[in-house]
């Protein structure tokens, strides 16, 4: 991974603000899982989805692939934040750790720049439940779901928007 | 990992395939994505669903969410049908590589076991599209995305079925 | 992955460090890189490296394989502290990104532990570099290598020493 | 991951084994740990190394980095054997999968392409063993490791040689 790039940090911090947003009201799947946008940062998002029964796996916790579809975005949309408005980014690849069940009322999944380069940005994320169902045991700030993700910065590709 | 084993050989295959088949309808998500359960042999496993708008990204195409959350049921499937008939099973982590924007009218996920161990075990995913949209140039057989998943058996917890 | 273990609770600071140091040098890997036990605590192992023109790639730096071994080192480790005294330690699988070349004359290389079930612990590592070499852009804490890994506690496996 | 890149189609084979087995000769490391080029075809390399009690963990089975470091290399040749000639290729990032103790007398890794893009190539990377001390149950092809890599295609980057 090529050297850290500065570029996106002429661009004022409401206008990145305005960016992110823009390019996640336009995925239908997050609007489908009911995610919303709780915080954006340069270089950390936060996202947010409440327990929906639709979205569940064989023992009635929220399904892995609802927890990864939302901590993939924050990841997403945290490198999206650091990269040059004219970029669009997609994920590269992410290995996610499953570490407990899934079980809670709301899903707060953070996404968080570890270093960004040229094209290639690598982030983590973590996923933390609160709500009724929590296990004590777990701790309030305990993630039960840990991701480490390479996204891409495109530029230029014709059907690709932001 | 540990050693191999064989201790599912003795289930019939058709016990072994409705054990696969009872679970993955209990799998709620897999029915809101319209996911359908194509085969099922020992060590394999292949889902099926098709291209649904409500499960896009930004860019129009079927979000990675929903890509990974159908090729890691398809291997933790065919981890299952080499578990113990009375072990559950969960995913412990898995990686995927997302090669290609998911184009296509219909995605088949299929899981394979590389290797059983007595709690763990290893699964290789690979995701096809078929329809318009996807390039020529991929080839017929060309996977969009690939993972490697390490699943779990487990046994005796309260709470968790098959 | 199931609820946390605190098992390991009970065995005095000590006594675990003393488990931790003698495992680690019989890694015969780990003399023959320079590898040096820097720091135990519970949850929390740091290793060291020097620069080592036998172990470098095809450009001059450190390789990815020497990197790779000594944090997948600390992160066991790091698992291992938290683990019963009967237990022995392997890694399952890990992930790791390589953000920039291991430029530099020291390598401190940090294992943490994110969350400890009863056999399987996940942690996370992280590569700094120190000496001549290091770019300035890169900060002085910014990591050239990070990983996410999955490590398994072994019992009463024969041939298996701690 | 863009679109399929055919660049490297018009070097003679040739000159392609000759690029790959002159930049594996400047791996230091790969000298040090006795790697030996079993063969190339474009798109598939295969290194083996014997068992050197250098280079052992705790248990005596060869150490999971040496297993990384070479299965990463033959990901790497495989992936540099498809990149246009004045590329230098560099390892983004992996997944490893240890599926049994490194046991045996010789080591044979195998890196295969994937899919190809225009910077980014994702491989996939198997280690079998063979020799005294396999066990039988493990089958003559079974892998004791397998990977998931990218790595990335490098041009014009000043100190970066092939």
Redesign the interface.
């Known amino acids: 991974?090529?050297?850290?790039s500065g570029g996106a940090e002429a661009e004022p911090a409401a206008a990145m603000r305005a960016r992110v947003r823009a390019?996640?009201e336009?995925?239908?799947?997050m609007t489908?899982l009911g995610a919303e946008l709780v915080s954006v940062e340069r270089g950390r998002v936060e996202l947010a989805i409440p327990y929906d029964?639709?979205?569940?796996?064989?023992?009635g916790f929220l399904?892995?692939?609802?927890v990864?579809?939302?901590l993939?975005?924050a990841c997403g949309y945290a490198a999206f934040s650091v990269m040059p408005p004219e970029a669009?980014v997609?994920?590269?690849?992410?290995?996610?750790?499953?570490?407990?069940?899934a079980a809670g009322e709301r899903f707060v999944m953070t996404g968080t720049v570890?270093?960004a380069?040229r094209?290639?940005v690598?982030c983590?994320g973590e996923a933390v439940a609160s709500g009724a169902g929590v296990?004590a045991?777990?701790g309030e700030a305990?993630?039960f779901a840990?991701?480490?993700a390479?996204l891409?910065a495109?530029y230029d590709?014709p059907?690709?928007?932001?």
């Open positions: 991974m090529p050297e850290s390019s996640f336009r995925q239908v799947m489908t029964a639709r979205f569940t796996q064989q023992h399904h892995a692939g609802a990864a579809a939302v993939d975005s669009a997609l994920t590269v690849t992410y290995s996610i750790n499953l570490l407990a069940p570890v270093r380069g094209t290639l690598v983590r296990p045991t777990a305990a993630p840990v991701m480490q390479t891409t495109l590709r059907g690709i928007r932001h």
